[in-house]
């Protein structure tokens, strides 16, 4: 069964760094996303991303937050300047499509940890 | 605004027993509705959509739009289903984005 694949699986980074989160899809899907999940607390949806460009954002996803395709394949999550409450673990997903009830696969997560 | 609550964190019963796992949501179009669960160290993975009436596992969930109620269940637990399970919610007009409950962490008790 095809996964969604994150590296790495877990990063400590210390507060101000950057930091890059890597997904390779599924190859035959189309839409893209990140959620994450501080410890103890439930999913929430980062962004989504279609046809090379953000298609929906939440009010988490603000301006020290970039998601990019840089070779058709990866699908990563930067943070340019991590604070201590970004440390959550990152889910990627992808989906072949947006309605009709498609359900997302998603990735193991990366553990990202901001001392 | 959508919302998901899944009332009980914590679920346990005796291997044999039927289950229930609540999910209850708020969403004024037409949501579409997911059972998601994610076994010990592993990824989250789609166990159940409400619009293909599926039974996965044994488990199945029914939309009740009535008492807004999207709730997981099966006849008989086995204690391979001890995990946590998520219900979600993902609405027309808001586009692709999932709305997760706060999660179930069901253990199946031998």
């Known amino acids: 069964e095809p996964e969604v694949t994150q590296t790495p699986s877990h990063q400590v980074t210390q507060m101000g760094q950057e930091v890059i989160l890597r997904c390779v899809p599924i190859?035959?899907?189309?839409?893209f996303y990140w959620y994450r999940q501080i410890l103890g607390q439930k999913v929430e949806f980062l962004v989504s991303?279609?046809?090379?460009?953000?298609?929906?954002k939440s009010e988490i996803f603000d301006d020290q937050f970039s998601v990019e395709r840089p070779d058709g394949s990866n699908f990563t999550l930067k943070i340019r300047s991590t604070k201590l409450e970004d440390s959550a673990m990152y889910f990627c997903?992808?989906?072949?499509?947006?309605?009709?009830?498609?359900?997302?696969?998603f990735g193991s997560g990366t553990r990202l940890t901001v001392v | 605004a959508q919302r998901v609550t899944q009332p009980e964190k914590l679920l346990s019963v005796f291997k044999g027993a039927p289950v229930e796992l609540k999910c209850n949501y708020s969403?004024?179009?037409?949501?579409?509705l997911f059972w998601y669960v994610q076994y010990s160290r592993q990824r989250l993975q789609l166990l159940l959509r409400?619009?293909s009436r599926e039974s996965i596992k044994g488990f199945t969930a029914d939309l009740n739009k009535g008492e807004t109620s999207f709730h997981l269940k099966k006849p008989f637990a086995q204690e391979e289903d001890s995990a946590m399970y998520y219900c979600?919610?993902?609405?027309?007009?808001?586009?692709?984005?999932?709305?997760f409950g706060e999660g179930t962490q069901l253990t199946v008790n031998p």
């Open positions: 409400h619009i």
């Open positions: 190859s035959n899907h189309l839409y």
């Open positions: 991303f279609y046809n090379n460009e953000i298609s929906e």
């Open positions: 979600a919610l993902k609405g027309g007009t808001s586009g692709s984005r999932l709305t």
């Open positions: 997903a992808s989906s072949v499509g947006q309605g009709g009830g498609y359900g997302y696969t």
């Open positions: 969403y004024s179009g037409s949501p579409e």
